[in-house]
């Protein structure tokens, strides 16, 4: 088992930034995945930044070149860096695990990100 906890939504204006953290707990030593995902509503829950299988990132195309992934391996902590922020990035994001053996999918319990004027 995995524990996500995520923490560092807000409300923000057209511009801005943020910053989310996930930190994780439980059986962490094999995962194959640590990202986030977002999920607007009416909308599909849609990958944001991701770490897969080591070092390798993945981007979702609305955010490349505006949100940058990064982790803490000490910490077992993934921040999600948020730039030039647009109203169409609110939602609530998730942080999600995959373990590599099971491929099981974890979640965090969510933190809402609200970008308006």
């Known amino acids: 088992q995995v524990q996500l906890v995520e923490s560092g939504g807000g409300m923000v204006q057209p511009g801005g930034s943020l910053r989310l953290s996930c930190v994780a707990s439980?059986?962490?030593?094999?995962?194959?995945?640590m990202g986030w995902y977002r999920q607007a509503p009416g909308k599909q829950r849609e990958l944001v930044a991701a770490f897969t299988n080591g070092d390798t990132t993945n981007y979702g195309d609305s955010v490349k070149g505006r949100f940058t992934i990064s982790r803490d391996n000490a910490k077992n902590t993934v921040f999600l860096q948020m730039n030039n922020l647009k109203p169409e990035d609110t939602a609530v994001y998730y942080c999600?695990?995959?373990?590599?053996?099971?491929?099981?999918?974890?979640w965090g319990q969510g933190t809402q990100v609200t970008v308006s004027s």
């Open positions: 999600n695990a995959v373990a590599r053996i099971t491929w099981d999918h974890y």
């Open positions: 439980g059986s962490i030593f094999n995962l194959y995945r």
